[in-house]
RNA sequence: GCCCUCGUGGUGAAAUUGGUAGACACAAAGGACUUAAAAUCCUUGCCCUUUUGGGAGUGCCAGUUCGAGUCUGGCCGAGGGCACCA
């Protein structure tokens, strides 16, 4: 018998299913639709291996979803825009344009390999003008919604390259290219209003019952809304500065009021902007770290004024107001009035500068007289020392009780406040989305008008300036309406704003007037199954439903709001990490071991390696497999089968050169068993196996079940099992009449994993055509059950009986095997539990 | 520091959601086949017992229950998120 030739079957089918345009997508109004979706990948040169685990695990969906009958669209396109393309241009000296088509080329022949089940007439790529030019009328239309707003903004700034940096682009607070220390810099910049929608995005997410709850629950946090009031602070000290507005969360706790405390960019810090003091003050805050885990446990200090600020519920009580590290302007009104004793911050300032610490909230377990001291109590309780406000219960009713009392004496009133800051969208660089504004020679600025669109990059043009590429070429920025000269916006948009909507392209990608056609996203809106990385759990899933509510929802007559019905995460794919002696990262093909222990370099056996804990596949860490490696020996089928094959796919997955390989042999082991039967159908028939249509039947509904759940691991599991079961039935070595029927039943439950595999079989076996099987219930209906017989709750052993059988027969049963005799005889039975099917549990005098 | 998730063999993991713990796979050891190796197949997997059997056992400690990997409380550990969020 021939072996399994992956090379040549895998092929032949590719080149079919290309041929036929087998997964072009159709509809047929008489069929449900679904619409499954995974991330587009950016181009970066070749697809890696959480590529092929993604792209695997939207296949396996698709492909079943298709044989249950369904109109599936399932795409896949490129998030082409970014800087990668310009950085490899600044390095290599190559167009961005070329460098990101010649990558698209490249991945786009690796996806065909693995055999994926991808209409790739609706192939798109954000960087093409056809793309790209709806987004800029995007851009126009929230503009006059007023959704769009230009604003000052902090910005990393290169001094050498006159550049901004990202983030990443900042190694040890120097430019990566330059080495210059950055700036921080203020810029004009555009804003989308995102946060106009907080509410509504924050209301809606506790209705996408098909979401991760830990995604569900890291939106939440970063919209961050929160219930409070704002509260006017009259002010002492300065006759021009009468009041100071805060919000705070906690106007219950006005009573232990002893300082308030403004960010350092308040506009009150004007006052102090000429004294060496404050701004030698400001230069040590602006030196703690930005993230909320460098600062946590940073020392709060501040910056004593000469200001004081009075308690609006006790006109007698006069106390300091500082500027302090850990106010943000940002948030609320730069300004917070400071309880030591009921905030961990506010406790740590009040310590250190010696400020009074007054206990306002009881807990409920403690006794009168209690006051707080090592640190701040932040629980429920009752207010005490408080006058009027003594005796309320905290939080929920103090909370509003204050508020209450607050607005009737108007000095204060109930406000919602957010987390979620606006969207910046302005990036200072060449490979992006050209922004449609212009300005006129006083710098006033309009959108640019219609007739002007689309706004085209400008190709072949010199990166490597100083500063953003655009704005050095004068004939591009130019533009003449009615006589008059303007100038372009020269900053491009965040490609997350590509990715906002891209999911709606896909739905009309051959619409050359509009971005979509509005019957196309009503038919197949929303996406019913999204899949992707758990890193986008905010920004882009965040921006694509503020997009829906900006462009869509309100005017559009969309017959969604939520872009993604359900959202599945996959996990990593993991290495370990290898280093040599002198400490630098190996990648796995220049290793070698003998005995799994011992690693050493292949090409100097004498050299130990030092094996590091398994980590997320990463260049840096050379710690990658190269899927194209990977498919050209073992096969697209076989690395599909793999990868779902060890962990749920939710969860991180560990690289195994054996497991890999274990998953090859299996498919030789399958296709030896399609030998065997093949053989065996060609004998004369004899009676039915219901032993056998039984299980496939059994095993289909598990199949069933476990897709449903994403427990493709399990699937996996369950495809072992079904093999072992069928190779022992054909040891007979008869021709079951159900045979060829129930062996094709398995074949097609394996096609959404080994796709080339099983359509291979199956037109060895002549079945072109084919769904997924219906399951036969009457034989999902067990005549026989197993029951686990316990003493005290533990287990005796087993018995076999009819299924359904009433306590009184199964215990007669039981008395008579002789098994369970040695347990019974000698005791006295005090109660039964009878489990119908599963168990029952004797409880016995000991 | 705050929020979330998770702790099951040497390893990755299953467990019909409170009812046979460790399916399936990787690795290891032993065996069969072979002149030999590779490949393939079988067995084993903590403790006591030659076997039959029995016992312990799902991070630790308690609790609820006839019965807990699963539920509750506390502790310990690991991972993830975080924009100084009042």
Same mark, same amino acid.
Request: proline residues 4%.
């Given at each position: 018998?021939?072996?399994?030739?992956?090379?040549?079957?895998?092929?032949?089918?590719?080149?079919?299913?290309?041929?036929?345009?087998?997964?072009?997508?159709?509809?047929?109004?008489? $069929?449900?639709?679904?619409?499954?979706?995974?991330?587009?990948?950016?181009?970066?040169? &070749?697809?890696?291996?959480?590529?092929?685990?993604?792209?695997?695990?939207?296949?396996?969906?698709?492909?079943?979803? @298709?044989?249950?009958?369904?109109?599936?669209?399932?795409?896949?396109?490129?998030?082409?825009?970014?800087?990668?393309?310009?950085?490899?241009?600044?390095?290599? @000296?190559?167009?961005?344009?070329?460098?990101?088509?010649?990558?698209?080329?490249?991945?786009?022949?690796?996806?065909?390999?693995?055999?994926?089940?991808?209409?790739?007439?609706?192939?798109?790529?954000?960087?093409?003008?056809?793309?790209?030019?709806?987004?800029?009328?995007?851009?126009?239309?929230?503009?006059?919604?007023?959704?769009?707003?230009?604003?000052?903004?902090?910005?990393?700034?290169?001094?050498?390259?006159?550049?901004?940096?990202?983030?990443?682009?900042?190694?040890?607070?120097?430019?990566?290219?330059?080495?210059?220390?950055?700036?921080?810099?203020?810029?004009?910049?555009?804003?989308?209003?995102?946060?106009?929608?907080?509410?509504?995005?924050?209301?809606?997410?506790?209705?996408?019952?098909?979401?991760?709850?830990?995604? &569900?629950?890291?939106?939440?946090?970063?919209?961050? $809304?929160?219930?409070?009031?704002?509260?006017?602070?009259?002010?002492?000290?300065?006759?021009?500065?009468?009041?100071?507005?805060?919000?705070?969360?906690?106007?219950?706790?006005?009573?232990?009021?002893?300082?308030?405390?403004?960010?350092?960019?308040?506009?009150?810090?004007?006052?102090?902007?000429?004294?060496?003091?404050?701004?030698?003050?400001?230069?040590?805050?602006?030196?703690?770290?930005?993230?909320?885990?460098?600062?946590?446990?940073?020392?709060?200090?501040?910056? &004593?004024?000469?200001?004081?600020?009075?308690?609006?519920?006790?006109?007698?009580?006069?106390?300091?107001?500082?500027?302090?590290?850990?106010?943000?302007?940002?948030?609320?009104?730069?300004?917070?009035?400071?309880?030591?004793?009921?905030?961990?911050?506010?406790?740590?300032?009040?310590?250190?500068?010696?400020?009074?610490?007054?206990?306002?909230?009881?807990?409920?377990?403690?006794?009168?007289?209690?006051?707080?001291?090592?640190?701040?109590?932040?629980?429920?309780?009752?207010?005490?020392?408080?006058?009027?406000?003594?005796?309320?219960?905290?939080?929920?009713?103090?909370?509003?009780?204050?508020?209450?009392?607050?607005?009737?004496?108007?000095?204060?009133?109930?406000?919602?406040? +957010?987390?979620?800051?606006?969207?910046?969208?302005?990036?200072?660089?060449?490979?992006?989305?050209?922004?449609?504004?212009?300005?006129?020679?006083?710098?006033?600025?309009?959108?640019?008008?219609?007739?002007?669109?689309?706004?085209?990059?400008?190709?072949?043009?010199?990166?490597?300036?100083?500063?953003?590429?655009?704005?050095?070429?004068?004939?591009? &920025?130019?533009?003449?309406?009615?006589?008059?000269?303007?100038?372009?916006?020269?900053?491009?948009?965040?490609?997350?704003?590509?990715?906002?909507?891209?999911?709606?392209?896909?739905?009309?990608?051959?619409?050359?007037?509009?971005?979509?056609?509005? @019957?196309?996203?009503?038919?197949?809106?929303?996406?019913?199954?999204?899949?992707?990385?758990?890193?986008?759990?905010?920004?882009?899933?965040?921006?694509?439903?503020?997009?829906?509510?900006?462009?869509?929802?309100?005017?559009?007559?969309?017959?969604?709001?939520?872009?993604?019905?359900?959202?599945?995460?996959?996990?990593?794919?993991?290495?370990?990490?290898?280093?040599?002696? $002198?400490?630098?990262?190996?990648?796995?093909?220049?290793?070698?071991?003998?005995?799994?222990?011992?690693?050493?370099?292949?090409?100097?056996?004498?050299?130990?390696?030092?094996?590091?804990?398994?980590?997320?596949?990463?260049?840096?860490?050379?710690?990658?497999?190269?899927?194209?490696?990977?498919?050209?020996?073992?096969?697209?089928?076989?690395?599909?089968?793999?990868?779902?094959?060890?962990?749920?796919?939710?969860?991180?997955?560990?690289?195994?050169?054996?497991?890999?390989?274990?998953?090859?042999?299996?498919?030789?082991?399958?296709?030896?068993?399609?030998? $065997?039967?093949?053989?065996?159908?060609?004998?004369?028939?004899?009676?039915?196996?219901?032993?056998?249509?039984?299980?496939?039947?059994?095993?289909?509904?598990?199949?069933?079940?476990?897709?449903?759940?994403?427990?493709?691991?399990?699937?996996?599991?369950?495809?072992?099992?079904?093999?072992?079961?069928?190779?022992?039935?054909?040891?007979?070595?008869?021709?079951?009449?159900?045979?060829?029927?129930?062996?094709?039943? +398995?074949?097609?439950?394996?096609?959404?994993?080994?796709?080339?595999?099983?359509?291979?079989?199956?037109?060895?076996?002549?079945?072109?055509?084919?769904?997924?099987?219906?399951?036969?219930?009457?034989?999902?209906?067990?005549?026989?059950?197993?029951?686990?017989?316990?003493?005290?709750?533990?287990?005796?052993?087993?018995?076999?009986?009819?299924?359904?059988?009433?306590?009184?027969?199964?215990?007669?049963?039981?008395?008579?095997?002789?098994?369970?005799?040695?347990?019974?005889?000698?005791?006295?039975?005090?109660?039964?539990?009878?489990?119908?099917?599963?168990?029952?549990? +004797?409880?016995?005098?000991?």
């Amino acid at each position: 018998m021939e072996r399994y030739n992956f090379k040549i079957i895998e092929k032949k089918w590719q080149k079919f299913w290309e041929e036929n345009k087998t997964y072009k997508t159709k509809v047929d109004k008489n $069929k449900k639709k679904f619409y499954c979706l995974e991330m587009f990948p950016y181009p970066s040169g &070749k697809i890696h291996m959480g590529h092929v685990r993604n792209y695997t695990i939207g296949d396996v969906l698709s492909r079943y979803k @298709n044989l249950k009958g369904f109109n599936v669209l399932h795409p896949m396109g490129w998030d082409s825009f970014g800087m990668p393309a310009e950085n490899a241009a600044k390095q290599n @000296n190559q167009d961005p344009k070329v460098w990101t088509e010649n990558n698209i080329k490249t991945m786009k022949t690796q996806l065909k390999q693995l055999g994926l089940s991808i209409d790739w007439d609706r192939e798109i790529s954000t960087c093409s003008e056809e793309y790209y030019k709806h987004q800029q009328k995007f851009f126009i239309e929230m503009f006059n919604k007023g959704l769009v707003y230009k604003k000052e903004n902090y910005v990393n700034w290169d001094p050498v390259d006159e550049t901004v940096l990202a983030n990443e682009q900042v190694i040890d607070g120097k430019g990566w290219r330059s080495g210059a220390v950055v700036e921080r810099k203020k810029l004009s910049q555009w804003f989308f209003n995102i946060s106009k929608f907080a509410d509504d995005l924050q209301n809606e997410l506790e209705k996408l019952k098909e979401w991760p709850n830990k995604v &569900k629950v890291m939106q939440q946090n970063w919209i961050g $809304k929160s219930f409070g009031c704002e509260i006017d602070f009259k002010i002492l000290g300065n006759p021009d500065i009468k009041s100071v507005k805060c919000f705070t969360t906690r106007p219950d706790t006005l009573f232990g009021f002893s300082f308030l405390a403004l960010s350092v960019d308040h506009p009150l810090s004007e006052l102090y902007k000429n004294d060496p003091k404050f701004n030698k003050f400001k230069d040590n805050c602006s030196k703690t770290g930005t993230t909320e885990e460098s600062i946590a446990n940073a020392e709060k200090i501040g910056f &004593k004024t000469n200001l004081q600020a009075i308690n609006p519920l006790d006109e007698n009580k006069i106390v300091p107001v500082y500027f302090a590290n850990f106010v943000l302007m940002d948030y609320g009104f730069g300004a917070v009035f400071g309880c030591p004793a009921h905030d961990q911050r506010d406790f740590d300032f009040a310590k250190k500068y010696k400020l009074e610490i007054k206990t306002v909230v009881k807990p409920l377990d403690q006794k009168d007289g209690y006051e707080v001291s090592l640190e701040a109590y932040t629980g429920p309780g009752t207010i005490i020392n408080s006058d009027f406000l003594n005796n309320l219960k905290v939080p929920d009713e103090s909370v509003i009780e204050t508020i209450k009392i607050l607005q009737k004496k108007k000095l204060g009133k109930k406000k919602i406040n +957010f987390r979620l800051k606006d969207w910046g969208v302005s990036r200072q660089r060449y490979w992006g989305c050209p922004i449609p504004i212009i300005y006129d020679e006083q710098g006033n600025y309009r959108t640019a008008p219609e007739e002007s669109l689309p706004i085209k990059l400008p190709e072949n043009i010199n990166l490597n300036t100083k500063g953003n590429p655009l704005s050095s070429i004068e004939e591009w &920025k130019k533009i003449k309406i009615n006589g008059k000269d303007y100038y372009r916006e020269t900053d491009t948009l965040d490609t997350f704003v590509d990715s906002s909507w891209y999911y709606l392209r896909f739905c009309s990608p051959k619409n050359l007037e509009e971005p979509f056609d509005l @019957n196309d996203i009503n038919y197949w809106m929303p996406v019913d199954q999204y899949i992707g990385g758990v890193e986008h759990a905010i920004l882009h899933l965040l921006y694509s439903r503020f997009f829906m509510r900006a462009i869509g929802y309100q005017n559009k007559n969309f017959t969604f709001k939520e872009p993604f019905k359900g959202l599945f995460t996959q996990g990593m794919v993991c290495h370990e990490t290898y280093k040599d002696n $002198k400490n630098n990262w190996r990648s796995p093909d220049e290793i070698i071991t003998k005995d799994g222990k011992n690693y050493f370099l292949k090409s100097d056996n004498s050299e130990r390696i030092k094996v590091g804990p398994s980590e997320s596949m990463s260049k840096s860490k050379k710690n990658t497999i190269d899927p194209e490696r990977i498919i050209e020996l073992y096969g697209a089928d076989a690395v599909r089968f793999f990868i779902l094959s060890d962990s749920p796919p939710e969860k991180d997955i560990q690289w195994s050169e054996q497991g890999m390989l274990a998953s090859y042999k299996f498919i030789q082991k399958l296709f030896l068993l399609n030998d $065997k039967v093949q053989n065996l159908i060609k004998l004369e028939k004899q009676n039915e196996s219901d032993e056998l249509s039984k299980y496939i039947n059994q095993y289909l509904n598990k199949i069933e079940r476990n897709l449903s759940n994403f427990q493709y691991n399990v699937i996996i599991a369950n495809i072992h099992e079904a093999h072992a079961f069928i190779m022992k039935v054909i040891k007979e070595e008869k021709n079951f009449s159900n045979l060829i029927n129930e062996y094709s039943k +398995f074949l097609i439950s394996v096609a959404p994993i080994l796709p080339h595999f099983a359509n291979e079989c199956l037109s060895l076996l002549n079945i072109k055509d084919y769904s997924w099987p219906k399951i036969d219930e009457k034989f999902l209906i067990e005549e026989n059950v197993s029951i686990v017989v316990q003493l005290n709750g533990k287990k005796r052993g087993i018995i076999i009986t009819k299924k359904d059988i009433a306590e009184e027969e199964l215990v007669k049963e039981i008395f008579k095997s002789k098994t369970f005799d040695k347990f019974l005889k000698d005791n006295t039975i005090k109660k039964k539990f009878y489990v119908k099917n599963r168990l029952i549990n +004797f409880l016995i005098e000991q």
